[in-house]
């Protein structure tokens, strides 16, 4: 019990020295001891350690200090670890590496129709673009140190269970099992693509830094993540920010979820495209490896002015400002960006979109929230995820990967 105890608290001053240095680099041992309260031969000792763990460097620089030996700088060590977010979508998956910093190392889109696939050839063809990426040069020779998959849907995220993704088709897969089960146990985080989305958002995008952020994901679906003073809104069953199935029409299109009227079958980009494209778009679902192509072609037409194309984009840009009201009036949040296939269709949505949201927002001027697009792209979700698992680290939540070289 001792030792455990002696461990634990070792790891927790592990810890809290990365996240210093995180915050304070380049710093010197001194200033890490400062501010964390621990003394400065306990920091050398945990210095040492870090740097063996690949986590902790030396910069090579020295701090200029008018007494004493100067002390040498550290900073995080950007060449050892990564962390991978995958993102599941109707017709793609997306991947993202990042470093110790947060900083992007690859970004790939796979295409795949996940639709007709099926949930166990999605986890099959998950693991597969998380193999392959391991392999790329820029991640080789790095320790991988967990990977995060961000799925259109509720998900219970203790158990990586997706409970429900009506885009997908799926109910009840335990994906986080399907995937861990591949990769040798690697620690696996399954959530809602939107929830990763916020914290990318959050972390990386136009209105970084933003604590009450909403972000919209633009996909077949719409989800909203929403963070409130920095952490994620899950409510007690983990369907908060289901924005989506908002009913707006009453006598509307039916939706996934087999109701009538949400701003999903309003304002999805499958509603929008059937609307804006009438000629092009089937009435059955549209399968993987349409969506990118049918946004190109409507951006084409909107672009020359197409009469039908602009009206249905501005139609579907003022259902958006009307779920965005009813965000204004529940959390107030001081951003709200649009994701995904929302992005290049901006031009068209958003003026709609703020002046709907600005005329049904109680507060005046929607509470002050900005309306942006979002500048991550397609792999919000997965850039999030990455990020989340890798701040992970200094949180206590994944596990400090082993030293590789002699401490
Ligand atoms: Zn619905």
């Known amino acids: 019990?001792?030792?455990?105890?002696?461990?634990?608290?070792?790891?927790?001053?592990?810890?809290?020295?990365l996240r210093t240095v995180r915050e304070l680099a380049p710093c010197s041992r001194a200033a890490v001891a400062a501010a964390t309260g621990l003394n400065k031969t306990t920091v050398s000792?945990?210095?040492?350690?870090?740097?063996?763990?690949?986590?902790?460097?030396?910069?090579?620089?020295?701090?200029?200090?008018?007494?004493?030996?100067?002390?040498?700088?550290?900073?995080?060590?950007?060449?050892?670890?990564a962390a991978i977010g995958v993102e599941v979508n109707v017709d793609y998956?997306?991947?993202?590496?990042?470093?110790?910093?947060?900083?992007?190392l690859v970004e790939r889109h796979v295409p795949l129709d996940a639709r007709a696939a099926g949930a166990r050839e999605c986890a099959?063809?998950?693991?597969?673009?998380?193999?392959?990426?391991?392999?790329?040069?820029?991640?080789?020779?790095?320790?991988?140190?967990?990977?995060?998959?961000?799925?259109?849907?509720?998900?219970?995220?203790?158990?990586?269970?997706?409970t429900r993704a009506p885009n997908l088709g799926w109910r009840n897969v335990p994906l986080g099992?399907?995937?861990?089960e591949c990769l040798a146990g690697m620690p696996v985080l399954v959530d809602n693509d939107a929830n990763l989305g916020a914290m990318a958002e959050y972390r990386f995008g136009p209105c970084s830094g933003t604590s009450d952020l909403v972000y919209l994901t633009g996909e077949v679906g719409i989800g909203a993540g929403v963070l409130t003073g920095g952490e994620l809104l899950r409510g007690a069953g983990g369907w908060a920010g289901e924005i989506g199935h908002l009913e707006l029409e009453p006598n509307g299109?039916?939706?996934?979820?087999?109701?009538?009227?949400?701003?999903?079958a309003l304002a999805g980009v499958e509603a929008i495209l059937r609307e804006a494209l009438p000629d092009r778009v089937p009435d059955h679902p549209l399968s993987g490896g349409d969506v990118a192509a049918l946004v190109g072609t409507a951006v084409e037409r909107a672009q020359a002015g197409d009469p039908t194309t602009v009206a249905a984009l501005e139609r579907a840009g003022t259902w958006l400002g009307?779920?965005?009201?009813?965000?204004?009036?529940?959390?107030?949040?001081?951003?709200?960006?649009?994701?995904?296939?929302?992005?290049?269709?901006?031009?068209?949505?958003?003026?709609?979109?703020?002046?709907?949201?600005?005329?049904?927002?109680?507060?005046?001027?929607?509470?002050?929230?900005?309306?942006?697009?979002?500048?991550?792209?397609?792999?919000?979700?997965?850039?999030?995820?990455?990020?989340?698992?890798?701040h992970a680290l200094d949180t206590g939540a994944l596990p400090l990967p082993k030293a590789t070289a002699p401490a």
């Open 93 to 104: 998956l997306s991947v993202v590496a990042v470093d110790l910093l947060d900083r992007e």
């Open 253 to 264: 299109p039916e939706c996934s979820c087999g109701r009538r009227g949400c701003l999903e």
């Open 45 to 81: 000792s945990l210095v040492v350690d870090l740097m063996g763990r690949g986590l902790v460097r030396e910069t090579g620089e020295t701090s200029q200090r008018r007494v004493g030996r100067p002390g040498v700088l550290l900073a995080l060590d950007d060449r050892s670890v």
């Open 177 to 180: 099992d399907l995937v861990r």
């Open 322 to 390: 009307r779920g965005v009201a009813a965000l204004v009036n529940v959390v107030n949040p001081g951003a709200l960006v649009l994701g995904g296939y929302f992005v290049p269709l901006t031009p068209w949505l958003l003026p709609r979109c703020r002046e709907a949201a600005l005329a049904r927002s109680f507060a005046p001027e929607a509470g002050g929230c900005r309306m942006e697009p979002s500048d991550l792209g397609l792999s919000a979700a997965a850039r999030g995820g990455a990020a989340v698992m890798i």
């Open 1 to 17: 019990m001792e030792k455990v105890s002696f461990q634990t608290v070792r790891e927790t001053n592990l810890r809290s020295v």
């Open 124 to 162: 099959r063809r998950i693991v597969a673009a998380l193999e392959e990426t391991m392999k790329l040069p820029e991640v080789r020779d790095r320790t991988v140190v967990g990977v995060s998959v961000a799925v259109p849907g509720l998900i219970d995220v203790p158990s990586g269970v997706v």
